[in-house]
């Protein structure tokens, strides 16, 4: 119990595939390799061929296959197919591969091939000698060569166009019918539809004998033009089929354990054509077949711009309808259009073959669509040999507001109404004036000359600040402005007096700039000094000097011209000119 | 607000700087509304724009308008409206005008900013003549009275205050200006939206006249605008700002 529960445990702690694999039988790779070789039938007639058959087991891969078979001369040996199997012998899998060789003899009498050595997993492999009895006539009917037969649908089909093929199997006299498994369509230039493969049993006839035989069908595509050489290989396999088998009629399966026998065909060519070229349609993707399209269906056929509406397609026809790739929206400005999705197929209806479904999904992206664009497809039918059109065709829509930007509408907008006359309501009347105008159109903060103005003010404040500024400092220092003010009248003096037109206004204008240079120094009022005051302000060596005397002299001829009646001293006043603008340079130097 | 109030405002903003109308001027004017109430669309869009060359009327650009939907000309007609209600926000014609039109057109507005709401109440011009004189106004009251020596009076600071205050409200209404005078409107049919400013950039929406945008950047003649549909790049020549360049 404890090692039951154990490997329970066990068990339960592996992953799913570990349980697979280990639930599959052991693979047998130490049993010795061996090797068989026979003759199938080992008695033929004349004219007729038999197949011979090597087998071995062990893996295809790991025998060097030899480049040619010691046959006798009269007994020509050529390679038809090889494969490998998987074969349950008591509790362990092996791995069994076969050779098969046509054996076509060219005269009657016993040809046995000598033994030879085959490598196999690098060590030599004694092959079996065989015999074939080629016998001159036949006494008695005997067992033909079993081998599949292989049947397209036509010989000539264009690239792209499906073609069903079926391999056959039919039942012999010696060999009931049988299942074939591994059944591989060999050849280049096609691919193969194993989603339609169908496997059968029915009653065929054979010589005019009816006989069951096994059928197997399934359809290729031609993908190249040109010549294409089709054969099937597979192994028989009893009553062990590896899908649905449908049997039809009276048929007798006989049980018992499975031989395995890799049977072959003889190959058959079939002729694949191009596509005609220059007269191809648009929209045209490679679908090839006889479709059709039904009308196609709108989820709703009122639109808003921006929401997405669905179009079904369906397209019927050839049985190939799961290749079928649905065509490409167009590109247009007005439509954002999704590739189509399959939503899968659609039973046949009626007269109606089976269909295949695709969804589009549309959004409008302006109001003017009136329909649906068309969307263009065409394929190309094999039997008619020439294109057709399936393009899908626009599906009328309406979108509320279609009518912006449309000349149209808005005139059947404008018949309703008449904006700007009295009478439409909803609409403004007509201005009778041009009423408000601007010079521009635009933020006036956006023109430079609107922040040249926010200039102005703002000199205008800086100027008040200034002004005010120097109003104070005035105000703290009066010595400066009586200085200032001092200079600018002592110039306008020296101005009159530099423009005095005789002695007395000379002697005027020269005493009244000697007060006005002299008065800021008390400070004093400019009438209110007298000689003595200006003499004060000179400096002590030219008070007693030569300019002392001068301002002596003209205060004393002022006085003169002022109170005396004598005149005789003018001449000498108008001397003192020169002395008198030196003695105003040097006081208002002082200044 | 009353009648006169507005009125009064209009003519306080459209003083700044406003010529006197032309004789030229006023005869295109006329000559288009003859055309237009004769039926002769075209020829009174001609004259109007005409009459507008020089200098822009608010009654022009409404009556352009009216002109140009006549003609089946959707986003002409509103980007005049447009203007017109931009040059005179008081008079309720180009609203209404423009509220019919998006209704039958099926269109929307763009969405404003707060500030470009505030923005509509006045003309522009307006708020720029408030922010200015208010704001010197109220730098004048607090420093004048001190530049003349003046002792400052209760009036002084009630009518600083009241400026400054005038001048903080105008600052919103202000920015909306200029940022609403980056939006504008769609002339062309089927303007498509490219998500790269190429002409065979992916369309990202096709947008039908009249679609209002807004402006976000300029690259050479394309424009990248956003629109209710989405963002892209447009042609310059595919839409009219609200403001002239």
Known sequence: MAAFGSANAQTASMTLPEQLMRSQPATDLLAPATCTASFDPPQIGPGEKSIYRITFNAPEISIRRPASIPAPTPLHLHWRASGQNLQIIGNVAQTFSTFNYEAVPTMPGSFTLPEFNVEVYGKPVTVPAATLV????????AELARQLVVEPAANRVFVGEPLNVSVR??????????????????????????????QSIQTLKKNGVPLPAFVYETRITPITAGTIKLSAQGYTAGMQFSGPVVISGQVSLSSGPPQYLLLDSEPVTIEVLPLPTGNELPGFNGAIGHFSCDPPLLATNRLAVGDPVQLTVIFRGSPNLDRLHPPLPPRTPEWQIFPATPGGSVAAAGTNPPGALFHYTLIPLSYAPRATPAIPFSCFDPALGCYLDLTIPPVPVTLPAANAGSDVDTAQLLAEDVPGSSQSPGWSRLAATPGPRSALLGPLQLHPWFWFVQGLPVLGFIGLGMWERRRRRWEQHPEWRRLREARRALRRARSVLERAADDADFLRGAVSALQIACAPHY??????????????????????GEPGKTVRRIFAAADTAAFAANTATRSNVSDERVRLKKILANLEERL | MNLSIKKLLVLVALLMGVPALGMAEADFFRDGVVAYEAGRYESAAHSFKASLDKHVFAGTLLNLGLAEWQQGHTGEAIAAWEQSAWLNPFDPGARINLSQ????????????????????????????GMATLSLWLAVAMVTLPEFFRRRKAGWHQTLSALALGLFLLSLAPNIGVLTRANTGILTGKNTSLRRT???????????????????????????????????????????QLLRVE
């Open chain 1, 523 to 544: 400070p004093a009022t400019p009438g209110a000094l007298v000689c003595g005051d200006i003499l004060q302000m000179l400096p002590a060596a030219e008070r007693e």
């Open chain 1, 134 to 141: 080629v016998k001159s006539q036949r006494t008695e009917p």
């Open chain 2, 101 to 128: 039109a998006r209704e039958r057109a099926g269109l929307d507005p763009l969405e404003l900013t707060r500030c470009e709401i505030a923005s509509t109440w006045l003309p522009p011009g307006l708020w720029a």
């Open chain 1, 169 to 198: 199997l039919q039942a012999t006299p010696a060999h009931g019918v049988e299942g074939v498994s591994q059944l591989q369509l060999n050849g280049d230039g096609f691919v193969t539809d194993k989603s339609a493969a169908r």
């Open chain 2, 197 to 239: 400013p190429t002409p065979s950039g992916e369309v990202v929406v096709t947008l039908a006249a009249g679609e209002s945008c807004r402006r976000l950047r300029v690259r050479g003649d394309d424009w990248l605008v956003h629109t209710r549909r989405g963002n892209g790049w447009i042609e310059r020549q595919q839409a």
